[in-house]
């Protein structure tokens, strides 16, 4: 049973930094792409960062040059670094992952975590 689990959201003034943490667990042969979402109340999730297997790593236009996606991949870990945070990115982060697991590849979401962005 593969999980994703994210840590590392909280209240966060704004201007300031967080920096969230994915680890994935469970009988993993190879994580292949990663990526973060978020999703604010009432609307429907959005792509914040995606990191592909091999090719270029992409950012919604809104976080391009505060944000930064990486991986750990000795660790199952992704990671999203925050910078100038801004109110309006109060939301649920997920994590999303393609991962490669007892011979079958598939998608997975972590159940997110809360990032408040409040003075």
């Known amino acids: 049973q593969v999980q994703l689990v994210e840590s590392g959201g909280g209240l966060v003034q704004p201007g300031g930094s967080l920096r969230l943490s994915c680890a994935a667990s469970?009988?993993?042969?190879?994580?292949?792409?990663v990526g973060w979402y978020r999703q604010h109340p009432g609307k429907q999730r959005e792509v914040v960062a995606a990191?592909?297997?091999?090719?270029?790593?992409n950012y919604a236009d809104s976080v391009k040059g505060r944000f930064t996606i990486s991986r750990d991949n000795a660790k199952n870990t992704v990671y999203l670094h925050m910078n100038s945070l801004k109110p309006g990115e109060t939301a649920v982060y997920y994590c999303h992952a393609e991962i490669s697991s007892d011979y079958v590849s598939r998608w997975y979401w972590g159940r997110g975590t809360q990032v408040t962005v409040s003075s």
């Open positions: 990191m592909p297997s091999g090719g270029t790593t």
């Open positions: 469970g009988s993993i042969s190879r994580v292949y792409a």
